[in-house]
Structures are given as structure tokens and as C-alpha cells.
């Protein structure tokens, strides 16, 4: 029987091409694509509607340049952001939903585009990695979103 051995060959190269489930957010997370999900409130080009959804510009960098600024953007799409806060000179006090579908490789893809593409003015911007999203997640596990709005004016936003 020669087909024995083709078959099981055959078989064998199926297993190895065949399709394979792809995690939800794979590390190579794409933060353009995400972003659409951010811009169904911020706004395509980030800008925002006042008194709504803030503008994910100036103020944005800003905080990407500081250390604790950075874990509050983290921790802003990871647990949600509710309460008072001043962008920019203008009052918001609403409700943004933690992004609990993103893994951390895909937070630091979002907040990497946004910190290249959409807030394009500010202090230069240094880029997330996964390892630093995780670290803010592990230091904010208790964190509410009302506590994260807190954070803002703390870390020096506005
Ligand atoms: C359902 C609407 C909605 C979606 C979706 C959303 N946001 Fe928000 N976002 C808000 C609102 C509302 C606030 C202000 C909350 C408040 O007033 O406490 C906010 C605040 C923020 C802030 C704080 C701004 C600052 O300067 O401190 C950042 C950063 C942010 N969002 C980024 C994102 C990113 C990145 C995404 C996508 C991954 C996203 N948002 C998706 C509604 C949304």
C-alpha cells in the first residue's frame, strides 16, 4: 500500500498549515485598528467633544512624560475613568468604560498610537511596552475608575 504513507504525509502537512486560533489581542496588536474603538467617543482625529469626551492631545503627552502619568494612562484604559476631571482647561465629568478586552500588549499598541498619531503635540513621547502596562495593572488592581479620575489632577494633568 503506497498511499498509506501519502495519506498520513498529507495529513501530517494539513496539521502543520492548517489555521490556527489566534489569541484576542496577539502581541503583535495593532494600534490603529484599536484605536477605532477609542474614536467611537474621542473622536477620529482625538479631538474630542467638549464637555463630553476629552481631547486626547496635549494633556495626553504630558502625561506619557512622566512616570506616574504613564501608569495613570495605563490604568485609565484598563479600569475605566469616571469622575471630574479638567483637559485642557475644560471640565468633564463622565464615564469612560475599562477596555477589559485588551490584554496589555494591546493597551501599549493603543496608547502608542495615540501617543504618535492622534496627540501630535506636547513633549516628545516615549512608547509603552507590555511589560510596563502590566506593572501598572499589578499596582492598580484595587483602583476604581472614580479612583483613577482622581489620579489625573495628582499626576499632573489638566
Ligand atoms: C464610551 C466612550 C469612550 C471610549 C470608547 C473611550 N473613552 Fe476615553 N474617555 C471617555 C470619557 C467620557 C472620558 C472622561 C471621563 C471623566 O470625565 O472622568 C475619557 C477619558 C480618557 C482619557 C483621560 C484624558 C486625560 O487627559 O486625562 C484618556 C487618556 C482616554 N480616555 C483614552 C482612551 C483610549 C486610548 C480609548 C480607546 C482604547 C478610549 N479612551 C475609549 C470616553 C471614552
Excluded: W
Aim: include cysteine; charge should be positive; hydrophobic fraction near 50%.
Amino acid at each position: 500500500m503506497r498511499t498509506l504513507p501519502i495519506a498520513a504525509a498529507l495529513a501530517a502537512l494539513v496539521f502543520v498549515v492548517a489555521p490556527r486560533p489566534v489569541p484576542a489581542a496577539a502581541p503583535a496588536a495593532d494600534g490603529a485598528a484599536l484605536f477605532a474603538r477609542c474614536a467611537a467617543c474621542h473622536t477620529a482625529t482625538g479631538k474630542g467633544v467638549p464637555g463630553a469626551y476629552p481631547p486626547l492631545g496635549t494633556d495626553f503627552r504630558k502625561l506619557a512624560a512622566k512616570p506616574q502619568g504613564r501608569r495613570y494612562l495605563a490604568l485609565v484604559v484598563s479600569k475605566g475613568v469616571m469622575g471630574a476631571l479638567t483637559v485642557e482647561g475644560k471640565p468633564y465629568r463622565g464615564v469612560m468604560p475599562a477596555l477589559t478586552a485588551l490584554d496589555a500588549a494591546g493597551v501599549a499598541a493603543v496608547l502608542n498610537h495615540v501617543g504618535t498619531r492622534i496627540a501630535t503635540s506636547g513633549p516628545a513621547f516615549k512608547p509603552f511596552n507590555a511589560a510596563e502596562i502590566e506593572a501598572a495593572r499589578a499596582s492598580g488592581v484595587s483602583l476604581t475608575a472614580a479612583d483613577v479620575a482622581k489620579l489625573h489632577a495628582t499626576v499632573g494633568g489638566g
